[in-house]
């Protein structure tokens, strides 16, 4: 059979403007489109993002599930801790009013410290016995299950809304943010057997390289959760800062320099942390700048800041770059191999910006789960 003898145009009257099939044709999908496009994008895009929710729910059963697994198995409670577990997932947080900027950080600071004072000892009381290891443990695994279950009910609160109202420019802000939404729930899902089993985590290489340079000295904890050391580097005075390990936290930083600066004259700050790196930069890779290279909320940066700046102290930073699953699940071997990179930097900044007799401190900055020092 010789298919190439078909004509087309006898086959759909294309030259009789007159055929009325062929008008159907052409003019029934534009009317469907003037009065009904609106609703078929509804549909199409509401496709796209029930998948979505339903991978963040499963996210959120799979974090809750997870997190009451590890409570019944480890922490031999006295009683179920499914009801306590399900009461801490609910909890929320009111920032302060922000109408009067002033004393703002003050507030938020008091606030978000109530909140972990709270936790940490609404988590004690699932176990008293449970070490403190074990404490900063499930305060991270809790973050991270309450963290999903927020993201999942804003997701699904926004699409339900924009169903009710069949409303699609409501709905095309949902659809453009999901893909970065689903990149952070995947990494906070994928984080979880990495905390669970106190193994180091991307965003804990600050704290490895300064724990490495405080081996075989004297520590002294110095804030909550803090670690200090006191060290000597060409005649020079070292005061090394980190988190406390290997306990999942991030310390508190900023209390600890401000202890160090009141007892003590310091001439420079190093801080040392990891940071997003932008698409198409290399992970793993180092660079130097200037300011405080911290993250969170900003209180802690911004105490660091108040305290460099009352004092007149330089503040030098190095970051090393990595993405965001890469800085809450297990840390690659390239982030790890940076270390003895990014320590003879820090020796060499020192050298360039001190002269002897001078004190200089440095941070390690980030979760130092797994990080000894």
Do not use: C
């Amino acid at each position: 059979m010789n298919f190439t003898n078909f004509d087309f145009d006898q086959l759909f009257s294309m030259g009789d403007d007159s055929n009325p099939l062929m008008m159907l044709v052409w003019i029934l999908p534009i009317i469907l489109f003037v009065f009904y496009g609106q609703h078929i994008q509804l549909f199409v895009t509401s496709r796209e993002i029930k998948k979505g929710l339903k991978k963040l729910d499963g996210f959120r059963d799979e974090s809750r599930n997870e997190l009451i697994h590890y409570v019944k198995n480890n922490l031999k409670p006295k009683d179920d801790p499914i009801n306590k577990i399900d009461t801490f997932l609910e909890y929320f947080t009111i920032m302060p009013v922000d109408m009067d900027p002033n004393g703002i950080v003050e507030k938020v600071r008091h606030t978000v410290r109530s909140r972990e004072d709270y936790t940490r000892n609404h988590v004690k009381s699932l176990s008293p016995e449970m070490s403190d290891v074990e404490l900063t443990k499930v305060q991270t695994l809790l973050e991270i299950a309450s963290s999903l279950q927020m993201i999942y009910k804003i997701i699904n609160h926004m699409f339900l809304t924009a169903k009710k109202q069949n409303n699609y420019p409501l709905i095309l802000p949902l659809q453009m943010i999901l893909p970065f939404i689903m990149e952070q729930a995947e990494a906070m899902k994928e984080a979880i057997p990495a905390f669970k089993m106190s193994q180091p985590v991307g965003d804990g290489i600050g704290p490895m390289i300064v724990g490495k340079m405080m081996l075989d000295s004297k520590k002294e904890t110095v804030a909550l959760e803090t670690t200090l050391s006191k060290t000597d580097f060409e005649n020079r005075t070292l005061y090394l800062l980190k988190a406390e390990g290997p306990g999942s936290t991030v310390g508190r930083p900023a209390d600890g320099l401000e202890k160090i600066v009141t007892e003590n004259k310091i001439d420079v700050i190093i801080m040392i942390d990891a940071a997003l790196k932008m698409e198409g930069e290399d992970s793993a890779s180092i660079a130097q700048g200037f300011g405080a290279a911290i993250g969170g909320i900003g209180t802690e940066r911004f105490q660091i800041e108040e305290i460099a700046t009352e004092r007149k102290i330089p503040i030098f930073s190095i970051v090393i770059k990595q993405s965001v699953k890469e800085a809450i699940t297990l840390m690659t071997k390239e982030i790890a191999d940076t270390a003895e990179d990014v320590r003879l930097q820090v020796y060499e900044m020192i050298r360039e910006n001190t002269t002897d007799g001078q004190s200089i401190v440095i941070i390690g900055v980030g979760n130092t789960s797994g990080v000894p020092q």
